[in-house]
């Protein structure tokens, strides 16, 4: 075996090898913070009385049409589930005599994985932290809602012209100074509006200040790396009945993005193996072609 | 000509092309429906299952299938079996239709593909996109493949083409291509490389709604080791179709030799699976027998089989046996980057996804696009071996290994 030749079949071994195992740790991703005005929403569960106000508003704010609902025939806005069409909704969870809303929107992750995926950025994450959606740069490659874990990104799949839709924490209305819809609407500041700090800071007194009534963890605090949207919980209802699945403190883009940028860091590695491929399929044609020219 | 290569001839309407022809046309219809009224209604994709057979089948599946290309060129032009150059073209030809195909796939796909010239724009990219990396690769190795496929044209319009302007240009073109033909060869195996352990990588970010036993950091190097015994595969599978449908002389002894490399990455395949599975504590996934584990025994066991058969002599001297063996390594690549995309992908509880007809109907379409396509340009173009094999492989026996036993 040639040198170049194992050179090559080294390369891609060590290629293959790093891209698996002993990543080196300088090539290690650092942890995202949130910017420092980072913005995000506090939904306390235990103040929510379902009444839907947020919905109506939501869709009115970011004139979105009704759904019919599918279980009542004639329902006017009853949407199952978020969708290409709703960006907000409100469930009931029921066990026993265990009883519990759950607000569901986009939760504007730290580190998020529809940001990390999206081939030419059509989310991105905005100064505020907030993760915005540019329909001008999207393909509908639908790759944002495969990746992610809270399933938020949704597709209107009966158009010919589709979008992706998910709530984008107002960002219209906050640049005119005003609130998110669906915290104006909410009758009971079951949903509020602030400063991440200050979000975090408040969630924890709830619990400090009335440990009887809450669960005992404030969920996006770390979960997947964190989330501007925070979470609060009634006391014996954990954030998995809730919808809300427990993925650990390990932002997702980490483990495919350190690995990517491990085999891919400044194109090197391509490089290098592209030169030796050249090299060794160059020499291996000249040798031939002075064989075949042998033979005959 | 200048090469052994040769256009098998024969009328171009046979029974199978006009059967493929009939299949693409409902295919076709159903296209211009799904371009009218969406991905809704004509797909059984939904909110929580947004990738379907489209993009499992069509192109996750079928460029690995289309690896032949790929795996003949590693063996041929870096590892220097020159004996088997003849297998080249076949190989590339069905690589071309293959990337094509997928390529084509992804558009009908694509739910805002009037953006999508947006992508090779380099000021628009995110670096951090495995499917950026992967879409950049592909559309560059489609131009690769019919760049290598095409002295095959040239050399038959050189002769004759259609149109003098044509045959013209050829003899242009010709000199100019041999020179751009090493960098062009060495793309060629570099980009599937990148590519093809990337569509694994692309299942990294699905940590939580992937089954354990798919979801691992070695996802990129599974499925680069996959796509090499699938690419293989294909090509002994394709081989000896051809070799019976044209009754060309059989290639058995010549493709033998070429197993011997199949066993070791599957076998290297197989012991990264286990000793991940092992390393990480979820061997007891696979004995709980529920669906998961069943489909993973399968995979398993479409693998170990022929690895274990084609390391006897007798077996891969013996056509019948290699021909099986392909079509289990099909089979079992088929399953794994199945399971990897769709079967083992669970978003959420209570949500199922099964292709609707008429999604299936689009991909069966493609592949009869596939066996037209590949019925012409073999009745057309010098691209499968005319020339009686046997004295090749000893002319060529001392390039490389020596010559197999007979
Ligand atoms: S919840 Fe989903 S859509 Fe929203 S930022 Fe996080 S990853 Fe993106
Ligand atoms: S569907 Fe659009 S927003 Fe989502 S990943 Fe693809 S291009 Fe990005
Ligand atoms: S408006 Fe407030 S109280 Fe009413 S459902 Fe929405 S979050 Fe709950």
């Known amino acids: ?296 | 000509m200048n090469s052994h290569f040769r256009p098998v001839g024969g009328p171009i309407l046979t029974k199978t092309f006009l059967v493929s022809a009939a299949v693409f046309a409902v295919s076709a219809a159903i296209l211009v429906w799904r371009f009218i009224v969406g991905l809704g209604p004509t797909t059984a994709m939904s909110d929580l299952y947004p990738w379907g057979i489209w993009i499992t089948y069509d192109v996750v599946v079928g460029t690995a299938l289309a690896c032949g290309g790929y795996a003949v060129a590693l063996l041929c032009y870096v590892l220097n079996k020159g004996k088997y150059h003849h297998l080249i073209r076949p190989a590339i030809l069905t690589s071309a239709l293959g990337y094509t195909l997928a390529g084509v796939s992804v558009i009908i796909d694509l739910g805002r593909y009037w953006n999508v010239w947006k992508v090779p724009l380099l000021w628009n990219w995110n670096r951090n996109s495995i499917l950026l990396e992967v879409a950049i690769c592909i559309m560059s190795y489609v131009v690769v493949l019919w760049i290598e496929l095409s002295p095959a044209f040239i050399e038959k319009w050189e002769e004759d083409a259609p149109w003098q302007w044509l045959r013209n240009l050829s003899i242009r073109i010709h000199p100019w291509l041999n020179k751009i033909l090493i960098p062009i060869l060495a793309l060629g195996i570099l980009l599937p490389t990148m590519h093809q352990s990337s569509l694994g990588s692309m299942m990294l970010i699905a940590m939580h709604k992937l089954h354990k036993l798919w979801h691992t950091p070695f996802l990129p190097l599974l499925f680069l080791l996959s796509c090499i015994v699938m690419g293989y595969a294909a090509v002994v599978f394709e081989t000896a179709l051809a070799d019976s449908v044209f009754k060309l002389p059989r290639e058995t002894k010549l493709l033998a030799p070429l197993s011997v490399a199949m066993v070791i990455v599957l076998f290297a395949y197989l012991a990264v699976r286990i000793a991940d599975l092992a390393y990480r504590g979820r061997l007891g996934l696979i004995f709980r027998f529920d669906f998961y584990s069943f489909m993973f025994l399968l995979e398993m066991a479409l693998f170990l089989t022929p690895a274990v058969l084609l390391l006897f002599r007798r077996f891969r001297y013996n056509p019948g046996v290699e021909f099986v063996c392909a079509m289990m390594m099909m089979a079992g690549g088929l399953l794994y980057r199945f399971d990897a995309f769709l079967v083992g992908f669970k978003p959420a509880p209570g949500w199922n996804y099964f292709p609707s007809v008429p999604e299936m109907f689009v991909t069966f379409g493609l592949v009869a696009f596939e066996v037209m396509a590949y019925l012409f340009i073999v009745k057309t173009f010098p691209i499968l071996g005319g020339a009686p094999h046997a004295a090749a492989g000893t002319a060529h026996g001392v390039a490389g290994v020596p010559a197999p036993g007979r």
């Open chain 1, 1 to 296: 075996m040639s040198v170049t030749r194992r050179t090559v079949l080294k390369g891609m071994a060590a290629a293959a090898a790093t891209s698996v195992t002993g990543v080196p740790k300088a090539l290690a991703r650092e942890r995202k913070k949130p910017p420092a005005d980072a913005v995000g929403m506090l939904y306390d569960a235990t103040r929510c009385i379902g009444c839907k106000a947020c919905m109506v508003k939501c869709k009115e704010v970011n004139h979105l049409p009704p759904e019919p609902g599918t279980k009542v025939e004639g329902m006017y806005d009853a949407p199952d589930d978020l969708s290409g069409y709703t960006k907000n909704v409100i469930k009931l969870y029921r066990e026993g005599d265990k009883v519990s809303y759950m607000k569901a929107q986009c939760m504007h992750c730290v580190d998020p994985a529809c940001v990390s995926v999206c081939m030419i950025s059509a989310f991105r994450k905005d100064k505020q932290g907030i993760v915005t959606y540019d329909p001008a740069q999207c393909v509908g490659c639908r790759y944002c809602m495969m990746a992610c874990p809270f399933n938020i990104p949704k597709y209107q799949w009966d158009v010919a012209f589709p979008k992706i839709v998910k709530c984008e924490l107002c960002r219209h209305r906050l640049a005119e100074g005003k609130l998110p819809g669906c915290v104006e609407a909410c009758p009971r500041e079951a949903v509020i509006f602030g400063r991440l700090e200050d979000l975090k800071a408040d969630a924890k007194r709830r619990i400090a200040a009335e440990p009887g009534r809450y669960y005992p963890k404030v969920y996006g605090e770390t979960d997947g790396g964190g989330t501007q949207v925070l979470y609060l919980s009634a006391a014996g209802i954990p954030f998995e009945k809730l919808g809300l699945p427990d993925i650990g403190d390990q932002p997702l883009p980490e483990l495919s993005e350190t690995l990517q940028h491990a085999v891919y860091q400044g194109f090197v590695a391509p490089i290098v193996l592209y030169g030796a491929l050249g090299i060794v399929i160059y020499r291996n044609r000249k040798r031939q072609s002075g064989e075949e020219e042998g033979d005959k």
